[in-house]
T-cell receptor
Framework: AQTVTQSQPEMSVQEAETVTLSCTYDTSESDYYLFWYKQPPSRQMILVIRQEAYKQQNATENRFSVNFQKAAKSFSLKISDSQLGDAAMYFCAYRSPNTGNQFYFGTGTSLTVIP | GAVVSQHPSWVICKSGTSVKIECRSLDFQATTMFWYRQFPKQSLMLMATSNEGSKATYEQGVEKDKFLINHASLTLSTLTVTSAHPEDSSFYIC?????????????FGDGTRLSIL
């Protein structure tokens, strides 16, 4: 089974600053999808950004961007101009088209934004 | 956008009670739905994959007779926790994938907080 590793249980960032959350994964597949989800205290899962493995260009969604390094199996999330509302748990997820499209989640990173 | 409704959002019941949680795709059809369990400050763990019109596929270690899944229509999957005990207390989340849109992300429900006394 695929494994997803988030090595930073907790991170903090000053408001308006930039922070990068790390994610690595292990797979033998060449075609897959990667996601970052945000889970605020309400526990709702909110999609932040997605990346298709066949695309070399890094995905960007407003203040959120990724650094996708396929050979290194790395998928980090950069949050620019951090806002108080960005405080949440962030989960990196891998989705395989070969195993029923199920998600494999990392253990999460708790992000604190300091005013 | 696509919406998944999960009900109830919070349930408290006595030990030994069976609890049913519903997951509905409101504006799309979902051949496949997924059920997750999340303990405090931990990640989402996939429990089972629910397939419309057929038996669910359970992950290793998940008791099929304990967690009954029914996916009788393209918009509804239910998870029934049978004879619930305090150790079943957890946060349960469902997600649904739109039929014919396998490249699209799954859509998550808002979760159900289950507390067994």
């Amino acid at each position: 089974a695929q494994t997803v590793t988030q090595s930073q249980p907790e991170m903090s960032v000053q408001e308006a600053e930039t922070v990068t959350l790390s994610c690595t994964y292990d797979t033998s597949e060449s075609d897959y999808y990667l996601f970052w989800y945000k889970q605020p205290p309400s526990r709702q899962m909110i999609l932040v950004i997605r990346q298709e493995a066949y695309k070399q260009q890094n995905a960007t969604e407003n203040r959120f961007s990724v650094n996708f390094q396929k050979a290194a199996k790395s998928f980090s999330l950069k949050i620019s101009d951090s806002q108080l509302g960005d405080a949440a748990m962030y989960f990196c997820a891998y989705r395989s088209p070969n195993t029923g499209n199920q998600f494999y989640f990392g253990t999460g990173t708790s992000l604190t934004v300091i005013p | 956008g696509a919406v998944v409704s999960q009900h109830p959002s919070w349930v408290i019941c006595k030990s030994g009670t069976s609890v049913k949680i519903e997951c509905r795709s409101l504006d799309f059809q979902a051949t496949t739905m997924f059920w997750y369990r999340q303990f405090p400050k931990q990640s989402l763990m996939l429990m089972a994959t629910s397939n419309e019109g057929s038996k669910a596929t359970y992950e290793q270690g998940v008791e099929k007779d304990k967690f009954l899944i029914n996916h009788a229509s393209l918009t509804l999957s239910t998870l029934t926790v049978t004879s619930a005990h305090p150790e079943d207390s957890s946060f349960y989340i469902c997600s649904a994938r739109q039929t014919g849109a396998e490249s699209q992300p799954q859509h998550f429900g808002d979760g159900t907080r289950l507390s067994i006394l």
